[in-house]
C-alpha cells in the first residue's frame, strides 16, 4: 500500500540552529511530493513541492527539501530556524490520480530561545 | 473574499444527529475534498470530487455522505453522528489532477458528545 512516513513525532531545536525533518515514501514509481505547514488552530499551507527536475526544491519561508529516489525520502530542511516556525508539519504525496493526498503523521516542531 | 471557507468553524452535536459541514470556494477549482484530522493519524481522505456531479470514496468514507451539485460547494454530511467522528474536518480544493497542489480551508472542530 503507498504510504507516507514521518518518523519523527516531535523536534525541539534551538532558535538560529539548523533543522532536517524526515519524510519517507512508499510507492510503486515516484510520486508527487508535497510539505505543508500547519500553525495551532490553522488550515494548512503549502511550503513546497516536488514534480520532477531539480532534486533540491525551493520553498517559502527559507525552507528547502532533498528528493532522494535511492533513499525514498523527501526531507525538509532550514538553515537557521525562527520562534515563528514552530508549527506541525506535514509531508503528503500523491501519485496525481486525482490528486489525491496521502499525509505523513505530521512532525511537530518546538523552537526554544 | 477570495478562498477556501469551511463553516461552522466549530460545532458541538451529539451522537445521533445529522450535522452538514460546509465548504465553499472562489476558484472555480474542479477537484475538492475532505480529510478529517486525528492525533497519531496525519490527514485521512475522506471524500473528493473531480467536478460537480462526480464524488468518489476516500480512505475513511464510512458514515459520511457528500454531495456537488455546483463547482464551488462540496457539503459534507454526518447522517448519524457517532464520537468516533469527533475531529478536526478540512476541505481543500485544486484546479488540476496531476500533482496539482491543494489549497486547504481553516476547518472545521467537531465534537460528538
Known amino acids: 500500500a503507498q504510504s507516507v512516513t514521518q518518523p519523527d513525532i516531535h523536534i525541539t531545536v534551538s532558535e538560529g540552529a539548523s533543522l532536517e525533518l524526515r519524510c519517507n515514501y512508499s510507492?510503486?514509481?515516484?510520486?508527487?511530493l508535497f510539505w505543508y505547514v500547519q500553525s495551532p488552530g490553522q488550515g494548512l499551507q503549502l511550503l513546497l513541492k516536488?514534480?520532477?527536475?531539480?532534486?533540491l526544491v525551493q520553498g517559502i519561508k527559507g525552507f528547502e527539501a532533498e528528493f532522494k529516489r535511492s533513499q525514498s525520502s523527501f526531507n525538509l530542511r532550514k538553515p537557521s530556524v525562527h520562534w515563528s516556525d514552530a508549527a506541525e508539519y506535514f509531508c503528503?504525496?500523491?501519485?496525481?490520480?486525482?490528486?489525491?493526498?496521502?499525509f505523513g503523521t505530521g512532525t511537530r516542531l518546538q523552537v526554544t530561545l | 473574499d477570495a478562498g477556501i471557507t469551511q463553516s461552522p468553524r466549530y460545532k458541538i452535536t451529539e451522537t445521533g444527529r445529522q450535522v452538514t459541514l460546509m465548504c465553499h470556494q472562489t476558484?472555480?477549482?474542479?477537484?475538492m475534498f475532505w480529510y478529517r484530522q486525528d492525533l497519531g493519524h496525519g490527514l485521512r481522505l475522506i471524500y473528493y470530487?473531480?467536478?460537480?456531479?462526480?464524488?468518489d470514496k476516500g480512505e475513511v468514507p464510512d458514515g459520511y455522505v457528500v454531495s456537488r451539485s455546483k463547482t464551488e460547494n462540496f457539503p459534507l454530511t454526518l447522517e448519524s453522528a457517532t464520537r468516533s467522528q469527533t475531529s478536526v474536518y478540512f476541505c481543500?480544493?485544486?484546479?488540476?489532477?496531476?500533482?496539482?497542489?491543494?489549497?486547504f480551508g481553516p476547518g472545521t472542530r467537531l465534537l460528538v458528545l
Open positions: 516536488y514534480f520532477s527536475g531539480d532534486t
Open positions: 481543500a480544493s485544486s484546479g488540476l489532477a496531476g500533482g496539482e497542489t491543494q489549497y
Open positions: 503528503a504525496a500523491s501519485t496525481g490520480t486525482a490528486s489525491k493526498l496521502t
Open positions: 476558484w472555480s477549482h474542479s477537484y
Open positions: 470530487s473531480a467536478a460537480a456531479d462526480i464524488t
Open positions: 510507492y510503486g514509481a515516484t510520486p508527487y
